[in-house]
DNA sequence: TAAAATTAAATTGTACACAATATAATTTGA
DNA sequence: TCAAATTATATTGTGTACAATTTAATTTTA
């Protein structure tokens, strides 16, 4: 059979299944905050950087609104972010962090580390991966840049 | 802020991010065969290996019942595989190639490269992160084993 | 400046993922 | 040997992903 189609010469698989296997360690610690991987995501981006578009965190989470409008409208029915409509342009809905929201920083600080341990894998493999990832997004990217 | 917490500094998301932009890149490709990425990964295991149960496809995807058994349905009503209960064993179901899905290997057999092609990542590169992977996974799994 | 183009979100529809549970068949063991 | 445990698949329900379309607001431009 044609060497490329066997599983084990995929290069897309393991990533994929290391996608699904590692967010399924964050799981256990995530459900204490009631949220999921993704709503995590989002988290992380309006804690860093502050309230956000719609636009503004599908851009650094790579999610269009069809993913993110529902997401966020289960964020807010939790009570952790607020939604509304931009009153200087009306297209745009600004995401905020709640008070509920703000203080669940505190709580996911130590998520990182403890995920990272429960996997067992070496942080010196993580480095080198954490810098592979960058390099092939980087070429990635790069390489979409320049068809145009 | 917290370091930890940075979308920079995590592990996670690039690979999460990096797996659904790749299966993007197969989507163009598959989308020829009428087939999505999950279906293309259950092909791989039955070009490779043949006949399998659900079970033996769910172990070398990561993949349980409540996943495969609609998509492998859909695959069904696609006319590429066939489902049949086992008659020494009427809990399990065989999932076999039918002539269209047996065929459409050869359709499928310059994929893998042309979507290594357009992702623009060196061969090195591939190489490198294939590699890298296998190891983290090789670490998480028996890291897992340990546990028991 | 008014029509055309663009932009930002939302909506619709299909297909995963996965936890939890159900169902049915087979094995185990008292 | 027959009830209990196990196993294989299916079902249910929630939450992403993402393509395609829609809606409404803003910009561009003829």
Not at 58 to 69: R, V
Request: glycine share 6%.
């Amino acid at each position: 059979m044609n060497e490329q189609l066997k599983l084990d010469n995929q290069v897309c698989f393991p990533i994929y299944a290391l996608s699904r296997e590692i967010i399924g360690l964050y799981r256990t610690e995530l459900e204490v905050l009631d949220i999921t991987y993704p709503q995590y995501l989002v988290l992380l981006v309006l804690w860093e950087d502050g309230t956000q578009t719609v636009n503004q965190i599908g851009e650094k989470l790579k999610l269009d609104s069809g993913t993110l409008t529902p997401l966020l409208k289960r964020l807010e029915v939790k009570g952790i972010v607020s939604r509304c409509r931009c009153s200087a342009d009306e297209r745009v809905v600004h995401i905020a962090l709640t008070e509920k929201g703000a203080v669940m920083e505190q709580m996911a600080a130590g998520i990182p580390e403890r995920v990272m341990k429960m996997s067992g894998i070496s942080q010196e493999s993580l480095d080198q991966l954490k810098e592979m990832l960058a390099s092939v997004m980087g070429q990635m990217c790069a390489f979409r840049k320049k068809e145009l």
